[in-house]
């Protein structure tokens, strides 16, 4: 679980024991401020960047307890008018079996325990999948789970890059028929993943008659492609779409060229 200091921002993680010391007051280990952090408590922290774990409100009812796992039986009082048993001389003798005893006035109340260990399982299984949430969200199985349930709760997974799943269908190159000295190259791009992917960075390489390189090109999504909002949805699942370079020409030396993806 995961608490923010209110005075620097800092975030850190927490556990149950931690909230049980102080009844969720801590001291921040940055700045030295006190503050409450089951206020801003999350199970898991938000997709990067983030600036504020959000608060909670602090008007809502608090959850009412039902599943009682001990409940003490009342005590009885004898009536006045009721004769008290006459013990005789062999009651002393008498001793009552151990397995007829009531364990249940010495037995320890185990549920603060149970509900501390089911805390730490969820942090541990949260942080868990946090760590492994690339390999989650490219698994056939789990991501499009993972996707379903983000959009039930109108969130956005992280984006997970796999260029080799990324397939050059179709490529070309020509001299630019508007600005001089400059070549127009082409390409035909699929996303073969079962996951949307982030664009690629792409890497252009012009080469001559002998295969040498003479002149490299590295761009950057933002470079090749000037819609926005197409640069922050990424590239969807089976989706295809046509690249557009303009590079400059080195020198009529450059008969061949390579594209690959970052």
Request: net charge negative; aromatic share 8%.
């Amino acid at each position: 679980m995961y608490t923010q200091c209110p005075e620097c921002l800092s975030v850190f993680s927490v556990d149950a024991r931690t909230l049980a010391q102080a009844h969720g007051f801590v001291m921040c280990g940055h700045c030295g401020a006190g503050f409450d952090c089951i206020a801003t408590l999350a199970d898991q922290l938000p997709p990067d960047p983030f600036d504020e774990l959000p608060a909670h409100d602090p008007g809502v009812e608090p959850p009412r307890l039902e599943a009682a796992v001990y409940r003490p039986k009342p005590k009885t009082e004898p009536a006045e008018s009721e004769t008290m048993p006459v013990r005789d001389d062999f009651a002393d003798l008498i001793v009552t079996p151990r397995f007829a005893r009531d364990t249940r006035i010495d037995r320890p109340r185990r549920w603060p325990w149970i509900l501390a260990c089911l805390l730490l399982l969820f942090g541990l299984l949260a942080q868990l999948g946090w760590a492994l949430r690339d390999t989650l969200i490219a698994d056939p199985t789990m991501g499009p789970l993972l996707q379903s349930a983000c959009n039930v709760m109108q969130c956005r997974l992280p984006p997970v890059r796999e260029v080799n799943k990324l397939r050059l269908l179709a490529r070309d190159v020509q001299t630019h028929p508007t600005v001089p000295g400059a070549l127009l190259i082409s390409a035909t791009v699929r996303n073969d993943a079962p996951f949307t992917q982030p664009w690629p960075v792409v890497d252009i390489r012009l080469s001559d008659g002998n295969g040498k390189t003479i002149a490299m090109r590295r761009l950057n999504p933002y470079e090749y492609l000037d819609d926005v909002d197409a640069l922050r949805r990424g590239l969807a699942p089976g989706a295809s779409t046509a690249l557009v370079f303009e590079v400059e020409d080195p020198s009529h030396h450059a008969v061949a060229f390579d594209m690959e993806f970052e």
